[in-house]
């Protein structure tokens, strides 16, 4: 019998919120970025390794601009944050409240 290695999957690259108009994106998930490949981009035609969370090759500054110029149709969510990361735990009484 024959074992196969297992291949730890990665969860599903989820967006998180939709940044309002004149605010900045926040993509710091490695995911960003395409480490093998420049593509244009779709909104300015510039080569880019950064990619969106749907894939699409967008770069970070050019996803905000257009977010501020289409405040609507940014609502659907073609450009996102990335999901806020987890709060660690912390020691009891170590925490933030009074």
Not at 8 to 26: H, S, T, W
Not at 41 to 46: P, S
Request: charged letters at 25%; glycine letters at 8%.
């Amino acid at each position: 019998m024959t074992r196969r290695a297992r291949t730890k999957e990665k969860p599903p690259f989820e967006p998180g919120l939709i940044p309002a108009p004149g605010e900045l994106l926040v993509w710091r998930d490695g995911q960003h970025f395409d480490h093998w490949q420049n593509l244009p981009r779709t909104l300015c035609g510039q080569p880019t390794p950064m990619r969106s969370h749907s894939g699409e090759p967008a770069h970070k500054a050019c996803a905000e601009d257009w977010i501020t110029a289409n405040p609507v149709e940014a609502r659907l969510g073609r450009f996102a944050s990335d999901l806020a990361p987890k709060p660690k735990s912390k020691s009891k009484g170590q925490g933030d409240h009074a």
